[in-house]
Every structure is written in C-alpha cells, then in structure tokens.
C-alpha cells in the first residue's frame, strides 16, 4: 500500500446522501478514502435538553412546589 497523506476537511451531507466538500487547490483528481465524523447528538437535541433543565430548575426552585415533605408516606416508603 502507497503511504498515504491525511487532511481534514469540513462538508456536508445533502438530503440525496451525498458528501459535498471543498477540497485545496493542487490536490489531483481521484478516489480517495473518506472517514466521516458525526456528532452524537444534534444542535437541536442539545438546546432542547438544555431549555429542559433550565425551564425545570427554575421551576423546581420555586417555592410553591414544596408541596412534599420527608414525612410524606408516599415519599419514605411508609406504610399508613
């Protein structure tokens, strides 16, 4: 196997499934290897995780929810 060189690029993948990248100037033509990296999650995933937990620990906050106590049976498994 011919040693090979390793760039890193930036593209995209379009709705058709195909890789669309910029590639320098002075490369020549050709197949090449392409390994693709993917996030794990999403923008939108992580955004609406984040809104969850700071739309729920400002709720939670809120002293109108104490409406529990340690004393409640349905709490500390308690029998009535």
Same mark, same amino acid.
């Given at each position: ?46 955004? =609406? ?6 739309? =729920? ?24």
């Amino acid at each position: 196997m011919a040693p090979t060189r390793a760039i890193e690029l930036l593209g995209e993948i379009d709705d058709q499934h195909r890789l669309r990248a910029q590639v320098p100037e002075g490369f020549p033509a050709g197949s090449v290897r392409v390994i693709v990296l993917m996030p794990e999650e999403d923008g939108a995933g992580l955004a =609406w995780a984040g809104g969850v937990s700071s739309e =729920w620990s400002a709720e939670m906050s809120d002293p109108k929810q104490d409406i529990y106590t340690l004393d409640d049976p349905s709490i500390s498994g308690a029998q009535t």
